[in-house]
Structures are given as structure tokens and as C-alpha cells.
């Protein structure tokens, strides 16, 4: 009976700061005001008030959310491993095989030097940059083709 009345009293609170919000022209605020404020009046209505309040002081419903506490605990923990270590043996083998066969052998080489080394390769001679020009624009797409296997795309 207390607990209803507690409730009654904190609704009738929350609707009354509703209607000033709304007074003052802030009406998305004053809903919300109004919805959080009809929820303990229809916790004590549907019956939910009782049946939390007689939970409260049953020792086996305490041991009940130690239990699941502790199973929270363990699908975290697992969930961590999991992630730190990348799955199971046989998924972290197919991943490594899939790496090896995505990387292309010169993937690993720096695209970018520094502005002599860049100077360099275009002072050779025309013709061998012509020939090689058709061989060039695959290797770049095998290049990208590369990166966005390994990335997983």
C-alpha cells in the first residue's frame, strides 16, 4: 500500500513538472517528462510493483541474479579471448592462408620514397617505359586488388 502511494506521489510530481515545461514552450521535453513520469503509476496498475517488492526479499532470487551475473561474466570473458586471439585454430589458419595468398609480392615495398629516389626511374629511357606501360596499369589493379583482400572488401 505504502509502495503504491510512494509511486501515485512521485507520477503526480513528474506530470506537474511536465505541465510547467510545456507552459514554457518546450513541448518535445515535456512528453518525455510526461511518459517517464506515467511509467511507476503503470508499474503499480499492471501488478510488476508487487512482484518486484516481493523479489526483493527472497534470498533465492539473489543467488538467481548471482548465477546469471556470473554467466554474464563468463560470455564476456569468452567474448574477450575471442577477440584478442581471432576464433577457433582452424579460423585463425584459414585466415593466415588467406593472407599469405592476398599480399602481392611487392605489396610490401614502400610506394613512397624520397624525391631523388622518385626522379630517378623517370629518367629512363622511353621505350622500355612504353613497353612496360600496358604490364604497369595490372600490376597496380593486383596491387589494389591485394590490399582490399587483405582488408577483407
Known amino acids: 500500500m505504502l509502495v503504491e502511494t510512494v509511486c501515485s506521489a512521485v507520477s503526480a510530481?513528474?506530470?506537474g513538472i511536465a505541465a510547467i515545461t510545456a507552459y514554457r514552450k518546450r513541448f518535445l521535453a515535456a512528453t518525455r517528462l510526461a511518459a517517464y513520469s506515467l511509467?511507476?503509476?503503470g508499474l503499480v496498475m499492471t501488478g510488476?510493483?508487487?512482484w518486484i517488492s516481493g523479489m526483493v526479499f527472497k534470498p533465492v532470487v539473489w543467488a538467481g541474479f548471482g548465477v546469471l551475473g556470473v554467466a554474464w561474466l563468463l560470455f564476456m570473458t569468452t567474448r574477450a579471448v575471442e577477440r584478442r586471439t581471432g576464433g577457433t585454430r582452424k579460423e585463425r589458419k584459414a585466415a593466415k592462408a588467406a593472407q599469405r595468398e592476398a599480399v602481392a609480392p611487392a605489396a610490401s615495398a614502400p610506394s613512397l620514397g624520397t624525391g631523388r629516389q622518385a626522379a630517378a626511374p623517370a629518367a629512363a629511357p622511353a621505350p622500355a617505359a612504353?613497353?612496360?606501360?600496358?604490364?604497369?596499369?595490372?600490376?597496380?589493379?593486383?596491387?589494389?586488388?591485394a590490399i582490399l583482400k587483405k582488408h577483407g572488401i
Open 48 to 50: 510488476a510493483v508487487g
Open 39 to 41: 511509467v511507476p503509476v
Open 13 to 15: 510530481a513528474g506530470l
Open 130 to 145: 612504353a613497353a612496360q606501360q600496358p604490364k604497369k596499369a595490372d600490376e597496380d589493379f593486383s596491387d589494389i586488388e
